[in-house]
């Protein structure tokens, strides 16, 4: 049978950390949370959390412990502590240490961002902050981090547009519009802005390159001048 602490790695879904030790507690609320004490193992306990390059370690002691929220286990709340130290990469400087388990600065681990990605591509983003157990703006602030993780040169979308479309689409009762740019090859969204008319698709041919202008042959519209 496995240990507790592998059974621990295992659920957390983390490569590059070891696990110490859990344990649990139930709050003020009564709800029941678990607690895993872990740490980046030793080859990557001094990663820069940029360019993930391994440094020098600048704090001689390592400070408080931190707290990143996971995945919940059933009905348990999961945490992660661990006491990080600073490091000093030649390229970004004095940072605090990369931790495999979450994205740069924020207390939440990496898989719990990308459910919350992905929840909120088909679902309310109130119904995504109930079922995550998270207020609202924590939701937007989950999906921006798996974008960007997931696509961090968003840029990239408008090289070798071909078939594009233009749909504006109100909302509010007809008293807000949208404009979205659909790549009609790849059958994605290359743009979105607020606002519709001549100004918002100036807005979005003036961003395009002259390579990236160029490549454009058929634009379809849903009716609008
Ligand atoms: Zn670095």
């Known amino acids: 049978m496995v240990s507790a602490n592998t059974l621990c790695k ?7 950390a070891v696990v110490e ?18 740490r980046p193992d030793r080859r990557h306990e001094n990663d820069c959390p940029f360019c993930h390059r391994r440094c020098k370690r600048y704090d001689s002691q390592s400070g408080l412990p931190r707290i990143w929220r996971g995945l919940d286990w059933g009905g348990t709340l999961v945490e992660v502590e661990c006491r990080t130290h600073r490091i000093e990469c030649p390229v970004h400087g004095v940072l605090v240490a990369d931790v495999p388990w979450a994205y740069l600065s924020n207390g939440f681990t990496k898989d719990f961002d990308l459910t ?12 995504v902050s109930e079922y995550m157990r998270i207020d609202w703006e924590t939701v937007g602030r989950c999906v921006h981090r798996t974008l960007n993780d997931i696509e ?3 840029s990239r979308r408008l090289d070798n547009l071909v078939n594009i479309g233009i749909d504006e689409t109100s909302y509010k009762k007809g008293h807000k519009y949208i404009t979205v740019i659909v790549n009609h090859d790849t059958n994605t969204v290359v743009w979105a802005a607020q606002g519709h008319g001549k100004g ?19 634009v379809t519209g849903d009716g609008a001048k």
């Not at 295992?10 to 590059?16: G, Y």
């Not at 009564?30 to 872990?38: E, F, L, N, P, T």
């Not at 909120?120 to 119904?127: D, E, G, I, K």
């Open 152 to 154: 961090p040169e968003r």
């Open 116 to 127: 919350v990605g992905w929840l909120a591509t088909y679902l309310p983003r109130s119904t």
């Open 21 to 38: 030790g859990a344990d649990f507690y139930s709050d003020q609320d009564g709800v029941a949370h678990i607690r895993i004490k872990a």
């Open 200 to 218: 918002v698709l100036t807005q979005f041919y003036r961003q395009l390159t002259p390579q990236q202008l160029s490549s454009i042959r058929v």
């Open 10 to 16: 295992k659920l957390l879904n983390v490569k590059s």
